[in-house]
């Protein structure tokens, strides 16, 4: 739409014909107070904070609810418009408890902020305040209506934003409430975006309530550990005994890739991380006991044994199983010690999804890939299995913003009638089982699969009508789940690139993408590419093997028949998640590193305690290919980051370790060498470098000295620096780079089926994701990772 | 549950002007009384001319909204798209809630067909094909009045496909509200016809452009909808002649409080208020004097005695003025009565009606209420004249509908214009009104 | 839940006059509050389900609106008018001698359950004032003696 032009205290501005009065100042850099505003949600004209005069108009008028028009007059600060919002301050804080000192809300208060700013000081109310007991809501959500303002901000975050709509208000006048779903409790999606929208301490967290004061916690924003949209997680830390404890998640500055969105997992997630279970100590297994030792002595165990073995019975005889939830640095040096160091191609992980196939059927592609901030704005968008709402929130939160700000269209094939229909222009009801892949080959024209997918509530009609319907899209963005494997996305990759289309292949961990891109496969190296094509890992790691190694069912399967010598497991449960006898590993010398004695880790002869991703740095790749940088937020005495525990085990194996992490030779890279010195980009990586206390690349145990290498080596990987190191998310394109190689046991993929409320093994050791109610109507969970 | 019916009682006044209360107390509840009485001849007229005719009939009228605001009739009817994709409606309401306001029940009790047919006339004005009757759900008994009435006319084929013959159709639907003065406002009405909480929509959009379900929506408080027949037959001009410039007809005037002859008289507009008092309302009982008079319902600016002998009951007397003639409930306040006790009960409430949306009325009448209470209890201080004040002038003209003016409106006038009746209650005293061995009774939250 | 022969069709005409169903909220809590004589939980799950509503959404409307009662009232609810014109002409008094005579105070029901006695807001027959509504029913130009012919008609009634 064309733009307008108003005055703005003077100022001249102009703004979209339609912009409300409110963005447009904005806009010029003049903020306009108010409570009940906030963008992207329903206009309510409530609070009466944004009052200006318009010229011509007879009273003051909301702008909030004003749309620019052309030659308008705005006055935004008189001494008429400060009385009007200090004497609704002051109105607003005759019933408010005042109780600031004891609310969590101290110091991050929206009234506390106007209050000051608009000097409403003296206390001028004099009667008896409302009172009401506060209410628990849920273990995480706790209400507390005198401090409410009544801004109606909870309830549409609920119910438009989430669809979930289980705020109501209730009463009238004075009396009016917020009132939860259910009476006396909320049954919903737990995400606590109630919680984080509340301009005041009305709404507060179960796990963070009369814990701390805002300004004594450090606050550090890094990306969520859970599923794999990869969202800003902004972690309140406070000194404590035995390091540096985790008390709050939350959204509060809204930076992240998330924008306003975090779901129960990014929110109150954190807890496994200090889990009174979290193993301390390294373990070593003595008259067959694991038994606490020092760390010299476990990690000398277990790099004597993995050489012995290596040495006695070939590289081939080691396994190595890396993990969805750490980092890229770490499983690239996971497959680089594997490879270079152990000697084998038995490296695997957990897979929850076909990447393989995916970067097989879209090589050599350009753009083929779309971001998550995408599926916010595509045209249209094509959702092919899976359950976002319950495997991928943001993404969900994603789709239905595009559908009700963007008008985006939806459209979902699906065997179950998932949530997200509700947003749906055309919903595909497909037969399960199978139902999703013969549908895309019905997509992509296989007229005989119809059959297979007719049902009475989806007839041949109305397969025809979705079929033209998504062909007529342009701009559209296919997202399909692990239902879809080998030949079905090839199929699939091919109906969507005749019109155009990009793709997201959806995995479920944090790191499932990074893993896969990482190159944890026997068979493909970092980037999907062909270990017949890999010469340049060749050179730079000295030698690659050329035989694809064992798959992850297949050491399991050599390991029961003896031929596996050794298993390096980081990060990872697949005794359970692959349901193994444990007795199939009692001659094979296995070594876990993790944060909890998993089902896996009770097997083993060494388990090495891990920090989790909360508790160092690195980065992640989420499931779109988004690449972010991980801050270390949380510490534990006792416990030591994945990447530094690879790194001595190899030490100690007599690797060279600059060879395996090219520390110092990045400081100079990063001083300008491999840029040129004028580049100013390396300056400003020092700078900030200094400004988050990091030091520059001169440990071995320094992530970043691997992501250089990341960056130089890995196809796709050719981010912008300045765009991560500045906090923002660079998007990489590994399974579009064309050397990748050929795809293979798609039959080891298990998909996790999460739901909101578990998270694997994480989700286990989490009490705020055990205490909701809600969790126990969740599938039955399957701990893995 | 059937309701009781008992005849509201009914008065005259040789000034009063016959218009809607011309059927009053001769049975015209039944269609062919109704009909005997010129009943439906408005309709049949109306069929035969052209929407724009009937418009601007009404609009030569100068018939003036008569739930209290005066918006002009016709005017509001050329609002209203003639193309619309949308359904086009007609709300006739009746949600009358304004206290000291009690004219449109009579209306409804002794002439129901009469807003039957405006609601008709309106439909055919504008082109909408569906009309509400929406009444105040205390007022039950008249629904089940109107509901009869409804359904005597489709019996006759004055409702329904083809009314009267004419291949028309136009259909009404009845029902009541469930306690919420709020409701009264136009667009919480059509939330509350949604079904769903009686709370204010911003405009705009305004109604006759987006209003009840989406489409373009006329909505007449009932005793204008039942000028409109009377206008039809008569023509415009005719009605016009009633009253002053731009305040055509008469208007239900509903005498109560201290007149020695409280009831409902239909007076033309711009009728002296001192003849009102004295004359019409027989003058205040006990030999008192009056006080104070409220205009039009306790929304309004309270008149002091010297400003009500000498206004003229017409909108615009009181426009100029800065105030409102209002909803035509007019009350005398004798002078033994407390202007802080009536201060308190109107702010009662307010508190008790606001819809709690907007910030400044939600807490604005609490604290006033509040702090009423404890002034006219002989907890008040000097300074809390002031901020009371203070605290209406501050609600007036900054809430999102027109609740917080009306909470304010009063309370501004009784403090300025009665400041003395205050200052009699402070330093502790009992209120100087109160009889001796008043009971003290407590003033809890209804 | 089942509802009297006749209130079920009056559901069945209000479920489908208005051109959104859900415009019969309002009229159907009415209803069924009189017949039940007050909106139980039974009420609000039936009714959401007959409007494809929540019950959330339909609780957030039931307590918006000061007709509608979550909780038992008396079999006769006394609602006396304290507002302007009513009190002028001696509500307060009037107000005072139902309790004293029923034994009960604002929102209280009487313990045999005939009769709860409410303060309400104006109730438009302000003309005849002091008025009162039992139930749905108007008495005008109420006096204390008119006052408690009224209420043993209704006992008397209540006994029926």
């Known amino acids: 739409m064309a733009d307008v032009n108003i005055t703005v205290d003077g100022k001249k501005v102009s703004a979209p014909a339609g912009t409300l009065l409110i963005e447009a100042c904005k806009s010029a850099g003049i903020e306009v107070p108010a409570f009940c505003y906030y963008p992207g949600l329903s206009v309510q004209g409530a609070c009466r904070m944004c009052l200006v005069r318009i010229e011509k108009m007879p009273k003051l008028q909301t702008a909030c609810t004003v749309p620019v028009a052309e030659g308008m007059v705005v006055t935004t600060n008189s001494e008429e418009i400060v009385q009007a919002r200090k004497a609704t301050v002051e109105i607003l804080l005759g019933n408010h408890p005042l109780d600031c000192p004891v609310c969590d809300a101290g110091g991050e208060c929206e009234l506390q902020d106007m209050t000051f700013r608009y000097g409403a000081a003296e206390s001028k109310y004099m009667e008896a305040k409302q009172h009401r007991e506060e209410q628990q809501w849920s273990p995480v959500v706790y209400f507390d209506r005198p401090r409410c303002i009544l801004c109606y901000r909870c309830v549409r975050v609920c119910g438009e934003g989430m669809d979930v709509w289980a705020l109501g208000v209730q009463n009238r006048g004075v009396t009016s409430i917020i009132a939860p779903n259910k009476q006396d409790h909320l049954e919903c999606e737990e995400c606590g975006m109630c919680i984080d929208i509340c301009p005041v301490g009305a709404l507060t967290s179960g796990a963070y309530r009369y814990k701390t004061r805002p300004w004594e916690m450090n606050h550090v924003g890094t990306i969520c550990t859970h599923c794999g949209d990869g969202c800003?997680?902004?972690?309140?830390?406070?000194?404590?005994?035995?390091?540096?404890?985790?008390?709050?998640?939350?959204?509060?500055?809204?930076?992240?890739?998330?924008?306003?969105?975090?779901?129960?997992?990014?929110?109150?997630?954190?807890?496994?991380?200090?889990?009174?279970?979290?193993?301390?100590?390294?373990?070593?297994?003595?008259?067959?006991?694991?038994?606490?030792?020092?760390?010299?002595?476990?990690?000398?165990?277990?790099?004597?044994?993995?050489?012995?073995?290596?040495?006695?019975?070939?590289?081939?005889?080691?396994?190595?199983?890396?993990?969805?939830?750490?980092?890229?640095?770490?499983?690239?040096?996971?497959?680089?010690?594997?490879?270079?160091?152990?000697?084998?191609?038995?490296?695997?992980?957990?897979?929850?999804?076909?990447?393989?196939?995916?970067?097989?059927?879209?090589?050599?592609?350009?753009?083929?890939?779309?971001?998550?901030?995408?599926?916010?704005?595509?045209?249209?968008?094509?959702?092919?299995?899976?359950?976002?709402?319950?495997?991928?929130?943001?993404?969900?939160?994603?789709?239905?913003?595009?559908?009700?700000?963007?008008?985006?269209?939806?459209?979902?094939?699906?065997?179950?009638?998932?949530?997200?229909?509700?947003?749906?222009?055309?919903?595909?009801?497909?037969?399960?089982?199978?139902?999703?892949?013969?549908?895309?080959?019905?997509?992509?024209?296989?007229?005989?699969?119809?059959?297979?997918?007719?049902?009475?509530?989806?007839?041949?009609?109305?397969?025809?009508?979705?079929?033209?319907?998504?062909?007529?899209?342009?701009?559209?963005?296919?997202?399909?789940?692990?239902?879809?494997?080998?030949?079905?996305?090839?199929?699939?990759?091919?109906?969507?690139?005749?019109?155009?289309?990009?793709?997201?292949?959806?995995?479920?961990?944090?790191?499932?993408?990074?893993?896969?891109?990482?190159?944890?496969?026997?068979?493909?190296?970092?980037?999907?590419?062909?270990?017949?094509?890999?010469?340049?890992?060749?050179?730079?790691?000295?030698?690659?093997?050329?035989?694809?190694?064992?798959?992850?069912?297949?050491?399991?399967?050599?390991?029961?028949?003896?031929?596996?010598?050794?298993?390096?497991?980081?990060?990872?449960?697949?005794?359970?998640?692959?349901?193994?006898?444990?007795?199939a590993l009692k001659n094979t010398f296995v070594v876990v590193q993790d944060m909890f004695l998993t089902e896996t880790a009770t097997t083993a002869e060494v388990v090495l305690p891990a920090a989790n991703a909360y508790e160092k740095s690195g980065s992640f790749t989420n499931t779109f290919g988004d690449l972010q940088l991980l801050k270390k937020a949380g510490d534990l005495a006792g416990v030591r980051s994945d990447f530094e525990l690879i790194v001595r085990i190899a030490d100690r194996m007599g690797a060279d370790i600059r060879k395996l992490v090219p520390f110092g030779k990045g400081v100079r890279a990063d001083m300008g060498q491999s840029r040129g010195a004028q580049s100013g980009e390396a300056d400003r990586h020092m700078v900030w470098l200094s400004a988050h206390n990091l030091e520059p690349k001169l440990s071995p145990f320094d992530p970043e000295a691997l992501l250089d290498e990341i960056e130089r080596l890995v196809p796709g990987y050719n981010f912008s620096r300045l765009k991560l190191f500045a906090g923002h998310e660079a998007h990489t394109f590994a399974p579009e780079h064309s050397s990748v190689g050929q795809p293979s046991a798609p039959e080891t993929i298990v998909p996790a089926n999460d739901t909101l409320f578990t998270s694997g093994t994480l989700g286990r050791y989490s009490n705020a994701m055990n205490s909701v109610i809600e969790n126990r109507r969740a599938p039955e969970e399957i701990p893995a990772d | 549950m059937k309701t009781i019916l008992t005849p509201t009682p009914l008065v005259s006044h040789p000034d009063e002007v016959r218009i809607v209360s011309k059927r009053f107390g001769q049975g015209a509840t039944s269609i062919d009384r109704y009909i005997e009485l010129d009943g439906y001849k408005a309709a049949r007229k109306a069929l035969e001319m052209q929407p724009e005719d009937i418009i601007n009939e009404v609009k030569v009228s100068a018939l003036r909204g008569r739930g209290g605001a005066g918006f002009p009739t016709g005017m509001k009817w050329s609002f209203i798209p003639k193309q619309s994709d949308a359904d086009k409606y007609i709300l006739v309401n009746g949600d009358e809630s304004e206290p000291a306001t009690c004219k449109d029940r009579l209306i409804v009790e002794y002439d129901p067909h009469s807003v039957i047919e405006g609601t008709i006339i309106a439909g055919l004005a504008v082109g909408a094909k569906l009309g509400f009757i929406y009444l105040r759900g205390e007022y039950r008994y008249l629904l089940e009045i109107v509901e009869r009435a409804v359904a005597d006319a489709y019996a006759k084929g004055f409702l329904g496909k083809n009314i009267f013959g004419s291949n028309r159709e136009f259909n009404i639907i009845t029902q009541t509200g469930a306690g919420a003065y709020e409701v009264g406002e136009e667009s919480a009405l059509m939330e509350s016809l949604e079904g769903k909480r009686g709370l204010p929509r911003l405009k705009p959009p305004f109604p006759a452009i987006k209003g009840l379900y989406g489409g373009p929506t006329v909505i007449n408080n009932v005793e204008t909808i039942a000028s409109i027949p009377p206008i039809i037959i008569n023509g415009g001009k005719w009605f016009a002649s009633f009253g002053p410039e731009k305040n055509g007809g008469a208007r239900l005037t509903c005498l109560s409080g201290h007149f020695n002859k409280p009831g409902v008289y239909e007076l033309p507009l711009g009728y002296p208020a001192k003849k009102l008092i004295y004359d019409v309302g027989g003058g205040i009982p006990k030999g008192r004097s009056l006080k104070a008079m409220v205009p039009g319902g306790s929304s309004t600016f309270l008149l002091t005695r010297e400003e009500a002998e000498s206004a003229s009951m017409d909108y615009d007397w009181f426009a100029k003025r800065g105030e409102f003639l209002g909803s035509g409930g007019v009350v005398?306040?004798?002078?033994?009565?407390?202007?802080?006790?009536?201060?308190?009960?109107?702010?009662?409430?307010?508190?008790?009606?606001?819809?709690?949306?907007?910030?400044?009325?939600?807490?604005?009448?609490?604290?006033?209420?509040?702090?009423?209470?404890?002034?006219?209890?002989?907890?008040?201080?000097?300074?809390?004249?002031?901020?009371?004040?203070?605290?209406?002038?501050n609600m007036a003209g900054r809430t999102f509908c027109a609740l917080g003016d009306a909470a304010a409106f009063p309370t501004i006038s009784i403090v300025k214009k009665w400041r003395d009746d205050f200052e009699m209650h402070l330093d502790g005293k009992p209120c100087p009104f109160e009889k001796k061995g008043a009971r003290e009774r407590d003033l809890a939250v209804v | 839940m089942r509802f009297s022969e006749e209130l079920e069709a009056r559901f069945a005409r209000l479920a489908s006059q208005y051109p959104w169903k859900r415009s019969a909220l309002i009229p159907m809590l009415l209803y069924a509050q009189d017949e039940v004589g007050y909106i139980t939980d039974e009420v609000v799950s039936d009714i959401a389900h007959r409007l494809e509503l929540s019950e959330l959404d339909v609780r957030n409307v039931i307590s918006y609106y000061s007709l509608l009662r979550t909780k038992p009232a008396g079999k006769y609810v006394v609602q006396v008018c304290t507002n302007i014109s009513c009190l002028l002409l001696g509500a307060d008094e009037l107000f005072e001698h139902c309790k004293h005579r029923l034994g009960v105070g604002h929102t209280q029901v009487t313990p045999d359950g005939r009769f709860s006695l409410e303060e309400v807001e104006c109730i438009g027959a302000c003309s005849w004032a002091p008025a009162i509504q039992v139930n749905y029913d108007f008495h005008l130009d109420v006096t204390p003696e008119k006052m408690d012919k009224v209420l043993d008609q209704y006992a008397t009634k209540a006994q029926a």
């Open chain 1, 232 to 583: 800003k997680t902004t972690l309140g830390v406070r000194r404590s005994k035995g390091g540096m404890e985790i008390v709050r998640g939350d959204n509060r500055d809204k930076s992240g890739i998330n924008g306003d969105f975090l779901c129960i997992k990014g929110r109150y997630g954190f807890d496994f991380s200090h889990h009174e279970d979290r193993l301390t100590q390294p373990l070593v297994r003595q008259d067959g006991k694991l038994t606490p030792v020092s760390w010299e002595q476990a990690l000398a165990h277990v790099a004597d044994r993995l050489k012995q073995v290596r040495d006695a019975q070939g590289g081939s005889a080691i396994g190595v199983i890396g993990s969805n939830r750490t980092t890229n640095e770490e499983n690239y040096l996971l497959q680089k010690f594997a490879r270079s160091v152990l000697g084998t191609n038995n490296i695997d992980h957990h897979r929850t999804a076909d990447y393989p196939a995916f970067a097989k059927a879209i090589a050599g592609k350009q753009n083929a890939t779309a971001t998550l901030r995408e599926t916010m704005t595509a045209p249209a968008v094509l959702l092919i299995g899976n359950d976002p709402t319950e495997q991928h929130p943001l993404l969900a939160w994603n789709l239905r913003t595009n559908h009700r700000v963007h008008n985006g269209r939806l459209y979902i094939v699906n065997s179950r009638e998932i949530k997200l229909r509700r947003q749906a222009r055309a919903f595909a009801h497909v037969p399960e089982a199978g139902g999703e892949s013969a549908m895309v080959r019905y997509l992509a024209g296989e007229e005989n699969y119809a059959s297979q997918i007719e049902t009475a509530g989806f007839n041949r009609d109305a397969m025809r009508s979705f079929r033209d319907a998504v062909k007529a899209e342009q701009g559209l963005v296919i997202i399909f789940g692990s239902e879809l494997r080998g030949d079905d996305v090839q199929a699939l990759v091919r109906f969507g690139a005749g019109i155009g289309a990009k793709f997201v292949c959806l995995g479920d961990y944090a790191n499932s993408r990074g893993a896969a891109d990482m190159g944890l496969y026997p068979d493909l190296l970092p980037g999907y590419t062909d270990l017949a094509r890999g010469s340049g890992f060749a050179q730079e790691y000295g030698s690659v093997p050329q035989q694809p190694g064992m798959d992850i069912v297949s050491m399991f399967a050599a390991a029961q028949s003896g031929r596996l010598g050794a298993l390096y497991v980081v990060g990872s449960n697949p005794v359970a998640r692959y349901n193994i006898d444990p007795a």
């Open chain 2, 332 to 393: 005398a306040i004798d002078d033994q009565t407390c202007m802080v006790r009536m201060a308190l009960c109107i702010m009662k409430f307010y508190q008790h009606e606001s819809c709690g949306w907007c910030i400044p009325c939600r807490e604005g009448t609490d604290w006033l209420k509040k702090t009423l209470m404890r002034f006219h209890a002989g907890g008040g201080m000097e300074k809390d004249i002031d901020q009371m004040l203070y605290l209406a002038e």
